[in-house]
Every structure is written in structure tokens, then in C-alpha cells.
């Protein structure tokens, strides 16, 4: 297990993932004062003016916020799209060493000059990643940990099961491990510690919370739909992710056409952001999804499921003695 520096700031070992169109200010700061590491991209936001502000008014909620038994609030973090397709990477990493933002999520490019940039005022980077390929990069490059997107994850997930790919990324890697796929419960954030996880990577059961920026209804079809109804496909960008199969047949996209290996052409009139936000994603978690919650509900239910596990998991050694 690695020791992360903000450990003693953490009521469970957790991160609410940086979910485009759907994390924002309020999610970020409800998840830190509950004790769980709260994240935003950096693209929900329409500009690098916007940006800031949202930093802004997260560092101003967190500044002298306490959880329940008195501990600071958990660090906050922000996603970056480390690509040449990003004209703002350049400004909104500016903006993200002006406010000193304690952990950055870098995604598609590790860079070592952005790993200085960070931690040149003392932040974290971490990155994600679906292969060892892509993760020994990232460890070149230098970066303090690596959220390894197992198969099942919503968004551009892997295709990996998780026990093979923590062994295999423990096998050459010393920072922080984050597992990303298919986690909604405090069992399974457990059974990510058990695998060798050191913190457990939340998307898809945070968007059905009331802080979350999603549409009711988004919000109402993950609570519906079980894990046959999560469609692995490149249809909508090109790359393979994770999509709700009610959201893609309401746009007319039929199994043939998500089944086949290239991204459908939505026509001027759509655009892939549009299509993201018209065509909602999810991961196999949904199974499990079955109310929206206050993030403070949400944190509390989750403690309580991940020590009941805790306390299950150590009765075993009473049945299965050294």
C-alpha cells in the first residue's frame, strides 16, 4: 500500500472521477467535505477565463471547510486533456500552477515538462491508462500515480480485468494505483484494495447525485438499466467507450451500427460534443445503481458498506487459519 500525503484528510479511500458534462463545483466541493477526493475537467468549463473561476469558487468553499469529525476537507483535483487537439492546454495548465490545484489527472499524453510544472508547487499528477504500454510512459514521464481503467468502465474505458492489470502495472510501478470500472459499492472499493489498489476511481455513481450536472432523465436510465445495457463502442468518437444502449437507440444508432469499428458520422448538424451529451455513457456499475443521493448521503452509505466488507473480509481468517 502506498502512503498518499493527504491520507489522514480521506474518510475512504476514493476519488469521484473527473466525468465530462457532469462534474462541476458543486460535486467537487461536496466530495471533498465528505472526505473523498473530489475532480472536475477542466473542459466543462467553456473557457480558461471560466476555469479559474470555478477554482475560485471551489478554493473558497474548501478553504476552512471541516468534515463531520473534524478532520480538513480532501484535497480537490482537475483533469487535463493532454493532446494537440487541445488549443487550451497550454492556458489552463497556467491557470492550474496560478492556483497551485493539489492533484492534476492528465488523460491521452503524459508530458514530462506538465509532471515539472506540477510538481514544481508541489502537486500530483496522475494519469490515466488502459495498457503497460501507455503506463510506462506516464511512469517516464514521471507522474505519482496511475489510474489503471479496467474493462466495464464508463467513458473511454480498457478492456483488462482488473486482478491481472494492477499485478502486472505493481510489477515495474511504485507510485499510486487508482482502479477506474464498474465500482458503485463500499464492497467493491474494498475488493479494489484487496486487488492492490490504493484508492478506488467513481464515475458512473456519481452522476446520480443531486450535485452532479446530469440530466434527470441521464439520471433516471442508469437507475433502469443493467449491465446488458452498457454498449461497448467506437461509434460516437471513434474510440471504444462505454454508452447506455437506451441513449444510443434513441438517436437511431442500432446494433449494426455500433457494432461496427468506426465512428458514425452524426452529420453538421451534430457534433461530437453535442453527441456526448446527447448520448449518454455509463459503466457495468449501473447494476448496482439504484436511487440518486446527496453526495453526503451517497460518502456515508459507502463508508458503511466498505467497513461492513472490512469486518466481513476479517471473519474469513477466522475460517481459513494460517
Known sequence: MTQLPYQESLSLPVVAAPMFLISG????????????LGTFPALNQRSTEGFGDWLSEIEEALRDATQNDGRPAAPYGVNLIVH????????????????QVPVVITSLGAVS???EAVHGYGGLVYHDVTNRRHAEKASEAGVDGLILVAAGAGGHAGTLNPMPFIAEIRSFFEGTILLSGCMSTGQNIASALQMGADLAYLGTRFINTEESLADAAYRRMIIDSSISDIIYTAAVSGVPANFLRPSLESMGITQEMWSQGAKVDFGKELDEARAWKTLWSAGQGVTTIRDTLPVAELVARLK??????LREQGRWLEVYRA
Not at 494537440?84 to 492556483?99: C, F, G, I, S, W
Open 84 to 99: 494537440r487537439t487541445n488549443p487550451r492546454l497550454a492556458a489552463d495548465l497556467e491557470v492550474v500552477v496560478q492556483h
Open 304 to 309: 458503511e458498506e466498505f467497513h461492513a466488507a
Open 113 to 115: 515538462e506538465l509532471v
Open 25 to 36: 463545483p458543486r460535486l467537487v466541493i461536496e466530495a471533498c467535505r465528505n472526505g473523498i
